[in-house]
């Protein structure tokens, strides 16, 4: 039995999905301009987002191992979803999540298209992980459950030897840099969106400090 406000962070299971989609809802649903930029209309956000991520949850991030969650006192209360080092998609899973995702997503899903091709063109050459979704219960911001999460990705970056990436908004640098991750790029979402930037971190080498 888990002791009251234990955090344990572990894969996430497909029993899982139902919670990783609520937290995830909550956790972007104000202020971030990814999803700002996905689903202008929050009106469409709110009903269009949660079926975007159960999508995303079930057909990319589960299949590839690339899911992760935190639990607090037996309930769900953070997300972490990125690509392996590797990651090529399926081209008949790809075709199949398309369909559903043109459904779910609406005219979106072409600013869909636009976030996933920027985090293309600011991988880096080499093998790495992606960091795509980070985040947590609103209720418990600032409560280490992020800082666990983001701490477990950075040790699987370590143990595999390839760098980590992903795209953050400025006032979530300093987040990063806590954890030896810097800015160096910014890219545009689409044509007229919004700049983010680029953070990166190589990974710790054998007697590094």
């Excluded at 081209?91 to 199949?96: G, K, N, Y």
């Excluded at 992980?129 to 699987?156: E, I, N, T, W």
């Excluded at 595999?160 to 990063?176: E, F, I, R, T, W």
């Amino acid at each position: 039995m888990e002791q009251p406000n234990r955090l344990v962070v572990r894969p996430a299971t497909r029993n899982d999905v139902t919670d990783m989609v609520r937290v995830l809802s909550a956790a972007f649903a104000h202020d971030d301009p990814i999803e700002d930029f996905v689903f202008p209309d929050e009106r469409s956000r709110h009903r269009r987002a949660p079926r975007m991520l159960r999508l995303l949850i079930e057909h990319r991030f589960l299949p590839t191992g690339g899911a992760e969650v935190a639990i607090v006192d037996n309930k769900l209360a953070g997300v972490l979803l990125w690509y392996p080092a590797g990651y090529r998609t399926n081209a008949w899973r790809e075709l199949v999540l398309g369909v559903q995702l043109l459904f779910a997503m609406g005219t979106a899903t072409r600013r869909g298209i636009a976030v996933d091709t920027a985090l293309e063109q600011a991988a880096p050459a080499e093998p790495h992980l992606c960091c795509v979704y980070l985040g947590c219960d609103p209720g418990l911001q600032r409560s280490g459950v992020g800082r666990a999460l983001f701490g477990s990705f950075v040790d699987k970056s370590d143990a595999q030897s390839v760098p980590l990436y992903g795209l953050c908004k400025d006032a979530n640098v300093d987040y990063y840099r806590a954890f030896g991750v810097e800015p160096v790029a910014t890219t545009v979402l689409g044509r007229n969106g919004p700049v983010m930037n680029v953070v990166a971190r190589q990974p710790l080498r054998c007697g590094d400090p």
